[in-house]
Nanobody, 124 residues
Framework: QVQLVESGGGLVQAGGSLRLSCAAS????????MGWFRQAPGKEREFVTA????????YYADSVKGRFTISRDNAKNTVTLQMNSLKPEDTAVYYC?????????????????WGQGTQVTVSS
């Protein structure tokens, strides 16, 4: 089993940056692909980005491509989301998730462990 704890959320002005971190418990972290999803008020949870278990492959939603960067450190059991050029539409609760089910990286149903989420608010 994997427990995930996100941190780093907060309030930032449009154009600014934030760095989210996700700390994972368990000795099997390196066997999981990891993803970030977000959910804005009144909207469904949506895929943001994902990284393969080795870190060799990354995937991004079109809306964040070129602005967000995902990375992981398997020695430290952490995954990081660097968010630059933030926009008000990036405002949401951001969730870290661990994936072990076969299927698309962008589909939440393939992720079996989730963090509690961290709020990101971007003011205009």
């Amino acid at each position: 089993q994997v427990q995930l704890v996100e941190s780093g959320g907060g309030l930032v002005q449009a154009g600014g940056s934030l760095r989210l971190s996700c700390a994972a418990s368990g000795r099997t972290f390196s066997t999981y692909a990891m993803g970030w999803f977000r959910q804005a008020p009144g909207k469904e949870r949506e895929f943001v980005t994902a990284i393969s278990s080795s870190g060799g492959s990354t995937y991004y939603a079109d809306s964040v491509k070129g602005r967000f960067t995902i990375s992981r450190d398997n020695a430290k059991n952490t995954v990081t989301l660097q968010m630059n050029s933030l926009k008000p539409e990036d405002t949401a609760v951001y969730y870290c998730a661990a994936k072990s089910y076969i299927g698309s990286y962008s589909w939440s149903g393939t992720y079996n462990y989730w963090g509690q989420g961290t709020q990101v608010t971007v003011s205009s």
